[in-house]
């Protein structure tokens, strides 16, 4: 009966989901410049953040327009209001896809080759954040709640990172800086991956109408 | 092509309109002959001796005092008994009555009663009342009271149903009981449909003359109220028949004709009157 | 939260249509219960059942048990106009009688045996106070109440129905013939009569239930499916019907 508000909903829908392509697309090239020391690739991600921004405002835009206008309840209220959280997350997640490019830049090729830890912890959260924007797609609960149960891993990645840095800078203090943009960098991921829990906590509160804090 | 078709069509509307302005006058004139006629032949009779003595047989003077007072005595007689029985069945039958099927077929009965000529209610009025009081003005009053009912009840249901079901079910929101909600709310809003049965009434009344030749009586004396009640006596109308077809007095005839004819213009008058005031006391 | 009127099992019959089916419901006292519903869904036949208006309707049956304060109301024992003086109602449309103001509010308290003057005095000028409307009229209390505007209807309606002081004010559609502001006006005076009355509100229009209720029942063909408070309603409904309702996917 609503046929307007419906196809409002599914074109929010669908820019959340082309979003949530683009964040995707932008932390997985940051991987692999990382991990292959593709400069060009670098710079590449490093200007999509602009375009990810974009796409917040927009998104933000459409929903305030749709509170006004259609004063949902329900679950069209919980659709809108998680999507706003969820876009604030999904953007975070392309400026730590832009900072992590940044550093390779800076480090001018040079790869983690060797820091298997920190690859390992990088496709991890890559999954995480595939996984989060798969959940929103199927609106799936299930699907969601095991990307909650994967921040576990990625945390405890980061602890051996930390680990592994720290006997770096023991091993060879005058490659301090090298050690500290890899702790930056696993920083990041880290908190990517917190980012995509946020996005599969909203989504089950989309679907099911309660808000845990995991 | 077009020429002919619309010369004829032209003539047709001409005549069509010619035919009607014929009708309009027609019964323009018969109204107006009437009027004129009985005024010009009525109202040289009209003396005050006439209007103010009863007639003498010693004298051959001829007074219609006595018709006028049993007129008046009817009517208010009639009315007396035909205003709390005729409202008061509307108000039952329009606020308390559940059964819709019986209170159409009393409303269908009404409507019948009302169509029957009065001659035959004249003809029952003496075998009821005539016979068990004697002719006299109260069997006459009691007649024109059974002729009467369906009119007030007709006029009062009317109003009733006029006032809106809101002010009712409001009345009932606050506690109040069926009587209250009539008496308080819903009579007042029909005053004025009483008063126009009751106006309509009284023309019909004045103008009743069939229902009265059986049962009132033809007596010219001179009475109050109660001991007129009681004895036979000739109404307005009753007297006009009488002088003009056994006496042969077409000029008294007359007079007491243009007097009536006065009186129904002047009730036509308040009626209206009546209707125009509450109309715009609603609004 | 006490509950102020009981209903169990209740069933409402028009003739040989059922109108209303196995209603049970508890309405909590001192809040804003409002009954939402697509047209037609009996809503507005339940809420006349609670002061007995169903009784002047003929061919009305009802079965099952309402319960004011404990007490149940179509007990042989019971006077329906006492009834009517503690649950009062206002009407969809604002029906003030064709009288002064002031015998408008006076009408409910001279029903009920009051005729002292000054005590009359006292109790339409509360009255017309507690309903948001005594400044607008306190000079014109003999003027004919047809006069005012379709709003100050509405609130003289109310005024009239607080004068008897009644524990529960029913309410049905008190605002759909009315322009926004006086439609907020009113939404103000119903928050505000709260803290003194019971005020069960059948309405059309989802978002005034949103503002002004704490409760909310959902009805549908008959049926009470769902109840419960009114921001759990509005964000979390159990029934998906319900959800199809105040989402507008039908209705």
């Given at each position: 009966m ?14 959340i989901i082309?979003m ?23 710079a590449?991600?490093?200007n999509?953040?602009s375009?990810?921004?974009q ?10 327009k749709l ?5 949902p309840v329900?679950?069209d209220?919980?659709?809108?209001s ?13 400026d ?12 001018k ?22 996984s989060?924007?798969?959940?929103f ?25 930390k680990?592994?840095i ?7 203090p ?14 990041y ?18 679907v ?7 | ?16 309109k ?14 107006l002959?009437?009027?004129v ?17 009863k ?17 008046l005595y ?5 009315l007396v008994?035909v205003?709390p029985l ?27 009663l009302?169509?029957i ?7 029952v ?16 009053a ?5 002729m ?13 149903k ?9 009345a009932?929101?606050?506690?109040a009981?069926?009587w209250?909600v009539?008496?308080?709310v819903?009579?007042?809003g029909?005053?004025?449909g009483?008063?126009t049965?009751c ?23 001179v009475?109050?109220i ?12 009753v ?5 003009a077809?056994e ?6 005839a007359?007079a ?23 109309a715009?006391?609603r609004? | ?16 249509h059922?109108?209303?089916k ?21 809503k507005?036949t339940?809420?006349?059942t ?6 002047l ?10 319960r ?6 179509f007990d ?11 649950i ?8 003030p009688?064709p009288?002064s103001?002031?015998?408008?509010v ?39 109440a ?6 100050q209807?509405?609130?003289l309606c ?34 505000e009569l709260?803290?003194k009355y019971?005020?069960v ?5 989802m ?20 109840f ?5 309603i509005?964000s979390?409904p159990?029934?998906?019907r319900?959800?199809?309702y ?6």
């Amino acid at each position: 009966m609503r046929n307007r508000f419906d196809e409002q909903l599914f074109e929010l829908n669908r820019e959340i989901i082309e979003m949530g392509a683009m964040c995707e697309e932008a932390i997985t090239s940051a991987v692999i410049a990382l991990t292959t020391g593709d400069m060009e690739l670098a710079a590449k991600v490093k200007n999509s953040g602009s375009m990810i921004d974009q796409m917040e405002r927009d998104i933000e835009g459409r929903c305030m327009k749709l509170l006004l206008h259609q004063q949902p309840v329900a679950s069209d209220l919980r659709l809108i209001s998680a999507a706003l959280k969820i876009v604030t997350d999904m953007e975070r997640i392309g400026d730590q896809a832009e900072d992590i490019s940044e550093i390779v830049t800076f480090l001018k090729g040079r790869t983690t080759q060797g820091m298997e830890m920190i690859e390992k912890m990088a496709y991890e959260t890559i999954k995480m954040v595939t996984s989060s924007v798969d959940a929103f797609v199927k609106r799936d609960v299930e699907l969601a709640k095991k990307v909650i149960a994967q921040d576990d891993v990625v945390d405890d990645f980061f602890s051996k990172v930390k680990c592994g840095i720290i006997s770096l800078i023991t091993e060879n203090p005058a490659d301090g800086e090298f050690a500290l943009d890899l702790l930056m960098i696993s920083k990041y991921f880290e908190r990517i991956g917190d980012h995509a829990v946020n996005i599969a906590e909203w989504l089950i509160y989309y679907v099911t109408g309660t808000h845990k804090e995991v | 092509m077009k020429q002919p078709l619309s010369k004829k069509r032209k003539i047709y509307e001409v005549l069509m309109k010619a035919l009607m302005l014929l009708a309009v006058g027609l019964t323009a004139a018969l109204v107006l002959f009437l009027l004129v006629y009985v005024i010009v032949k009525g109202v040289p009779n009209i003396t005050w001796e006439l209007l103010s003595t009863k007639p003498s047989y010693l004298t051959g003077r001829i007074g219609i005092l006595p018709d006028i007072l049993n007129t008046l005595y009817i009517v208010i007689a009639t009315l007396v008994i035909v205003l709390p029985l005729g409202v008061g069945a509307a108000i039952y039958l329009t606020e308390y009555a559940s059964n819709q099927r019986i209170v159409s077929i009393i409303e269908y009965a009404a409507e019948i009663l009302s169509g029957i000529p009065s001659i035959i209610y004249g003809l029952v009025g003496m075998l009821l009342f005539s016979n068990n009081m004697s002719t006299c003005l109260m069997a006459g009053a009691l007649t024109l009271v059974i002729m009467n009912l369906p009119t007030i009840m007709r006029t009062t249901q009317e109003s009733l149903k006029t006032v809106p079901r809101s002010y009712r079910e409001g009345a009932f929101g606050l506690g109040a009981g069926k009587w209250r909600v009539v008496r308080t709310v819903v009579l007042p809003g029909c005053v004025d449909g009483v008063i126009t049965g009751c106006i309509l009434s009284v023309g019909r009344i004045l103008g009743e003359s069939a229902a009265l030749l059986f049962t009132a009586g033809f007596a010219h004396a001179v009475n109050g109220i109660i001991e007129g009640l009681a004895s036979p006596g000739a109404t307005l109308t009753v007297a006009l028949y009488v002088y003009a077809k056994e006496q042969g007095e077409f000029g008294v005839a007359f007079a007491i004709a243009a007097i009536l004819m006065v009186l129904t213009i002047l009730i036509n008058f308040a009626t209206t009157t009546v209707q125009k005031k509450f109309a715009k006391k609603r609004s | 939260m006490n509950s102020i009127i009981s209903v169990k099992d209740m069933c409402l019959w028009y003739g040989d249509h059922q109108a209303l089916k196995n209603l049970n419901v508890e309405i909590p006292e001192k809040s804003i219960t409002a009954l939402i519903g697509p047209s037609g869904c009996g809503k507005s036949t339940f809420l006349k059942t609670l002061n007995r208006m169903n009784d002047l309707i003929p061919g009305v049956r009802i079965t099952g048990d309402i319960r004011y304060k404990g007490a149940d109301i179509f007990d042989k024992e019971v006077d329906v106009s006492n009834l009517r003086k503690e649950i009062g109602m206002v009407f969809q449309n604002p029906n003030p009688f064709p009288m002064s103001i002031y015998n408008n509010v006076a009408y409910g308290p001279r029903t009920h045996g009051i005729t002292n003057k000054v005590q009359l005095d006292e109790i339409v000028e509360r009255a017309l106070r507690d309903a948001a409307i005594w400044d607008e009229v306190k000079d014109r209390l003999k003027k004919n109440a047809l006069g005012i505007s379709g709003g100050q209807q509405q609130r003289l309606c109310i005024a009239r129905a607080l004068a008897v002081q009644p524990t529960v004010l029913l309410m049905d559609e008190p605002t759909s013939a009315l322009d926004p502001i006086s439609t907020s006006r009113i939404e103000e005076l119903i928050l505000e009569l709260k803290e003194k009355y019971t005020i069960v509100i059948v309405t059309h229009n989802m978002q005034q239930a949103v503002r002004v209720s704490d409760y909310t029942a959902f009805f549908l063909l008959g049926e009470l499916v769902e109840f419960g408070r009114t921001e759990d309603i509005f964000s979390q409904p159990m029934d998906k019907r319900t959800e199809d309702y105040i989402t507008g996917r039908f209705g």
